[in-house]
């Protein structure tokens, strides 16, 4: 039986489910794929370093397979996000030419990371549909640039992040399906934490993902974003946005007792130092228009003992 918080999540689960029930004829290797994948590999590994030395640090935490695995997935995901920066070609036809071979069980030799994600799916089974969500939440921000409130802001987080969770989840391994909640609202919160970080960038890009209904309730507007200046009001918000942010990691949490024994760790990283972003923003003094909030990698190393404590401590509360 899943267990849900807020009503928003259940149509998010819903989603989940669907995408578990969709099945495709799965990549299989033969000898002459096997250079290729390792280089293909190797490409999602260098593309996970040179673009999230968070997260690369959090899947190092792995047992190499289920490493590579996640890079090959995250991999997967900043290509496609990628698509929607491009600024010398039209967006829309790029990332239509990359949904093919991203979502074909046999892509072509030439496109190595497609190759990488295929043979990754097949090996942890991870439900084909996750990936077309994926695509179609980040191809959303062609058509919609304005959240009218929370609710309708969490099903564009879905798309673009709990997808990403869930999919991890596969790769992972979980002893039960009560731990789909847990990973839905864990890539709803890593999310939050985007949106929160790149308010001004989004700005500039024409998109503000702030549901509108809470920036009123705090007496602002768009003039107000445009004006990037840091008043009471704003600081108000964000403390709001923020202590909302931190419960939806604390209330994810519990699902890393779901996980198998050799990627806890892993995931308990990748949420608690994303999550040290938040204590950046505070230090910057809500400043998000002209300041990018970034967590150092001292800051990082320092943190890992103890959230390693904290994974085994989540397993046992599970367990009992």
Known sequence: MAEFIYEWEKPLYRLALQAIEEKRQAFKASDDHLDLLNQAYQL??????DNSK??????GLLPKRKQQAVRALY???????DYMDREQKDPRALLKLWHHPALSSHPKRNELIALAWAETRALFDIPWHYSQQLIEGVAQDFSKTRYRDFD???QYCYGVASTVGLMSMHIIGFSDNKAYP??????VALQLTNILRDVGEDWRAGRVYLPKSELESFHLSEDDLAEGKVTDNWRSFMRFQIERNRRLYKEAKPGIGYLNRDGRFA???AADL???ILGEIEKNDYDVFTQRATVS???KLRKIPGIWYQSTRAHKKVSK
């Open 44 to 49: 999602a590994e260098d593309i996970t370093k």
């Open 54 to 59: 968070t997260f690369y640090v959090a899947s």
């Open 75 to 81: 991999a997967f995901c900043r290509i496609t996000d």
């Open 152 to 154: 309708e802001l969490t």
């Open 182 to 187: 847990y990973a839905i609202r864990l890539g």
């Open 267 to 269: 995931i308990a990283a």
């Open 274 to 276: 994303y999550q040290e």
């Open 297 to 299: 990698g001292f800051k």
